[in-house]
């Protein structure tokens, strides 16, 4: 076969690849985000004052929304409303497997994605994106809290199960990265990556920063979200600014 010693990649397989690239790193940064939203409901100076969600939290949600697509949410008609009582848009972030955008849909659109390559993918990968399909089930099969937001059992549950799910995904990447062969395939996978993160970080920091960038609070919880709170302060020993 001409095409396979000329080493032409069919155009299926790069569509394919590229949006396993593309659809991993939307599952992660809404992971990420949702993360930052329930670690920021848990600190001791409570998020919620009289008018509703504090600035950096408010922020969150609507970079949330934002980011993910599922409007109206924290930004659209009745934001207001839900910034005051964020329990059952934050469930249905996190576990509605049927409305696109969601966390769940997320996972399950990157599973469809991995399914049509998994012939060109290490048994070590293999066994990350079994661990993914898990993480997925269980989102789905999660039951509803109404009093999320405001049960710390609850958010530090949730804030766990975030962080075994970013660490499936960084063994993705990983993986993805190190024991994937650096061809074509590999180069349309990081094209996906490359433009989602783009995308999806300067969509959230527009809407993080749209209405006060001067908050302290919200922009330690910027570079937080992008991991980036250690290398600031590693160069600016002073107060974040």
Same mark, same amino acid.
Not at 162 to 167: E, H, N, T
Not at 186 to 197: D, N, P, Q, T, Y
């Given at each position: 076969?001409?095409?396979?010693?000329?080493?032409?990649?069919?155009?299926?397989?790069?569509?394919?690849?590229?949006?396993?690239?593309?659809?991993?790193?939307?599952?992660? /940064?809404t992971?990420?985000?949702?993360?930052?939203?329930?670690?920021?409901?848990?600190?001791? #100076?409570?998020?919620?004052?009289?008018?509703?969600?504090?600035a950096?939290?408010?922020?969150?949600?609507? @970079?949330?929304? @934002? &980011?993910?697509?599922?409007?109206?949410?924290?930004?659209?008609?009745?934001g207001?409303?839900?910034?005051?009582?964020?329990?059952?848009?934050? +469930?249905?972030?996190? +576990?509605d497997?049927?409305? &696109?955008?969601?966390?769940?849909?997320?996972?399950?659109?990157?599973?469809?994605?991995?399914?049509?390559?998994?012939?060109?993918?290490?048994?070590?990968?293999? /066994?990350?994106?079994?661990?993914?399909?898990? +993480?997925?089930?269980r989102?789905?099969? &999660?039951?509803?809290?109404? &009093?999320? @937001? !405001? #049960?710390?059992?609850?958010?530090?549950?949730?804030?766990?199960?975030?962080?075994?799910?970013?660490?499936?995904?960084?063994?993705?990447?990983?993986?993805?990265?190190?024991?994937f062969?650096?061809?074509?395939?590999?180069?349309?996978? =990081?094209?996906?990556?490359?433009?989602?993160? @783009?995308?999806?970080?300067?969509?959230?920091?527009?809407? =993080?920063?749209?209405?006060?960038?001067? #908050?302290? !609070?919200?922009?330690?919880?910027?570079?937080?979200?992008?991991?980036?709170? =250690?290398?600031?302060?590693?160069?600016?020993?002073?107060?974040?600014?």
């Amino acid at each position: 076969d001409y095409s396979v010693l000329d080493g032409e990649l069919p155009s299926r397989v790069a569509e394919n690849l590229f949006w396993l690239g593309r659809n991993a790193e939307r599952v992660e /940064l809404t992971a990420r985000l949702l993360r930052a939203a329930c670690r920021e409901m848990q600190d001791e #100076d409570s998020p919620f004052d009289q008018d509703g969600a504090t600035a950096s939290l408010a922020a969150l949600l609507r @970079a949330t929304t @934002a &980011a993910t697509g599922c409007k109206p949410g924290f930004t659209g008609r009745g934001g207001s409303r839900r910034l005051m009582r964020p329990d059952r848009e934050l +469930h249905s972030l996190l +576990h509605d497997g049927d409305r &696109a955008g969601t966390l769940c849909h997320a996972l399950s659109t990157l599973q469809y994605s991995a399914n049509a390559v998994r012939d060109r993918v290490s048994p070590e990968l293999l /066994l990350v994106l079994n661990d993914l399909a898990t +993480h997925e089930r269980r989102l789905r099969d &999660a039951p509803a809290r109404p &009093a999320l @937001a !405001r #049960d710390p059992a609850v958010l530090i549950e949730r804030c766990e199960f975030l962080d075994r799910l970013l660490g499936s995904l960084a063994a993705l990447a990983g993986l993805t990265h190190e024991n994937f062969t650096h061809g074509d395939g590999w180069s349309f996978l =990081m094209l996906g990556r490359r433009i989602a993160r @783009a995308s999806l970080s300067a969509i959230t920091v527009d809407v =993080m920063l749209d209405r006060d960038p001067n #908050d302290s !609070r919200l922009l330690e919880s910027l570079l937080r979200l992008f991991d980036s709170l =250690m290398t600031y302060r590693a160069r600016y020993r002073t107060r974040i600014e």
